[in-house]
């Protein structure tokens, strides 16, 4: 199966970035972002395809994330920029085993890292 490590998590101020990055164990179909907040659900950020041509993005994050990814590396990134106390969160990187569109659904990814925390000061 596949395996996803992420990295780039820490503490930041507000306004600032960070790029989180997932490496993979082999090239994964459709990849995606999500985080989670201390008593919340499991929040949807971002997808991208197998070639990158097609990502879709919640509407709450696309004016200050970025998905992108590297095959030749099997790696996936998301590039935060002002960064907000309430982005304050854990960030998982997950992989879907056979799907070819940018899902937003949680259900459609088989494979998940074991997480990388953000922290947001104000």
């Known amino acids: 199966q596949v395996q996803l490590v992420e990295s780039g998590g820490g503490v930041v101020q507000a306004g600032g970035s960070l790029r989180l990055s997932c490496a993979a164990s082999?090239?994964?179909?459709?990849m995606g972002w999500f985080r989670q907040a201390p008593g919340k659900e499991r929040e949807f950020i971002a997808a991208?395809?197998?070639?990158?041509?097609?990502?879709n993005y919640a509407d709450s994050m696309k004016d200050r994330f970025k998905i992108s990814r590297d095959n030749r590396k099997n790696m996936v990134f998301l590039q935060m920029v002002n960064l907000k106390p309430e982005d304050t969160a854990v960030y998982y990187c997950?992989?879907?085993?056979?799907?070819?569109?940018?899902?937003?659904?949680?259900?459609?990814?088989?494979?998940w890292g074991q997480g990388t925390q953000v922290t947001v000061s104000a």
């Open positions: 997950a992989a879907t085993s056979d799907y070819t569109t940018p899902s937003v659904g949680s259900w459609a990814y088989k494979y």
């Open positions: 082999e090239r994964p179909f459709t």
């Open positions: 991208i395809t197998r070639a990158a041509t097609n990502t």
